[in-house]
């Protein structure tokens, strides 16, 4: 007999769920987030256990990792995309296992992609320079904003990168704002330097593939760009048509329709945020540097929301990105925007 299982993962614990064919349950208890303990309570199913889903949690790596390393065909939930049980009065965290562990049974769980391990750290990687990025935006902002409420006006951001401590003394006098204004253009420059190590690390690994000079050669995808599409993309095959990657990317619209009327609308997160980013600023580089795409933008514009027109050519890129990592090539505007 054929069994299933299932752990509704959270940050110190999970429950483990095992029923078999006839949705009766084999097994059931909390266990704290330990992998030997797991795979001891596991130990006497193994020989029958069929599948094993988890719960796709923010911290899913290591119980993921670790139940593959051991031979495990482990499935990662998609819980956005779980469907919810009605009948039920009272749900729990078992109650939540057993349902995963049903709809496996079944064939019909929505599954994440396992993202490979050996390219995941470098793809996190890049993810905490977006994270840096942005930290790093919001100090400059506030150090411009102190420079203009004591001078009268404001610094680019290269002028920042050449202050020196007596400048810096000359200009406030006052200890106190001093102090402040030292301390976040210290915090500003050592996050530059964050950044670009990050930067030289990721490209060592990746600025060589071929697929990264397709992508390059599109207009408004440079380093950083391309890195970041080809990361978050992964195996390209894992995308059945050009359709479900530019969906993954967000670039779809979400709405449900019935006889021709709309009736509401999916989840319009459904998808993968930083291709989305990516992508849209591909678009806003693209019609700077690209005539021909400058041209079809304000087609667009002319008819449509700048957003929407934006969103438009962003996912002419994002379906032209598909091909150009599956194929290989160079972009051809007529294509794409012909």
């Not at 980013?277 to 700048?306: G, L, M």
Request: with cysteine.
């Amino acid at each position: 007999m054929t069994l299933y299982a299932a752990i509704d993962l959270h940050s110190t614990n999970g429950v483990l769920a095992v029923i078999d064919e006839h949705d009766s349950v084999v097994f059931e208890r909390r266990l704290p987030n330990d992998l030997p303990q797991v795979l001891q309570a596991l130990t006497p199913f193994r020989e029958s256990l069929g599948a094993l889903a988890v719960e796709s949690t923010y911290n899913w790596y290591w119980l993921v990792d670790g139940l593959m390393s051991e031979g495990i065909d482990v499935r990662l939930v998609n819980t956005t995309a779980v469907p919810q049980y009605a009948g039920l009065k009272h749900g729990n965290d078992h109650t939540d296992a057993r349902h995963l562990a049903h709809l496996l049974r079944l064939g019909i769980l929505p599954e994440g992609y396992i993202y490979p391990r050996e390219q995941r750290g470098v793809r996190d990687l890049l993810r905490r320079r977006f994270l840096l990025v942005r930290q790093s935006v919001t100090v400059t902002n506030s150090l411009q904003a102190a420079w203009s409420r004591r001078t009268g006006h404001g610094l680019c951001g290269n002028d920042f990168r050449t202050l020196t401590p007596a400048m810096v003394e000359a200009t406030f006098s006052d200890p106190h704002d001093r102090l402040g204004v030292v301390g976040q253009l210290q915090l500003a420059r050592f996050l530059h330097t964050q950044i670009e190590q990050i930067e030289g690390w990721v490209l060592q690994d990746i600025g060589r593939m071929p697929a990264m000079a397709a992508l390059r050669s599109t207009p408004g995808i440079g380093v950083i760009l391309g890195s970041t599409i080809l990361l978050e993309t992964g195996p390209i095959d894992r995308f059945a048509s050009v359709g479900d990657y530019a969906s993954y990317c967000r670039m779809v619209e979400s709405t449900r329709l019935s006889n021709g009327k709309k009736k509401g609308a999916g989840n319009a997160k459904c998808g993968n945020r930083y291709l989305c980013w990516a992508y849209i600023e591909a678009a806003n580089f693209a019609i700077r540097h690209s005539a021909e795409i400058r041209r079809w933008y304000e087609r667009k514009s002319a008819k449509k929301p700048r957003v929407v027109a934006i969103k438009a050519t962003a996912h002419k890129l994002a379906r032209a990105g598909y091909h150009l990592i599956k194929h290989g090539g160079h972009f051809d505007v007529k294509r794409a925007f012909g």
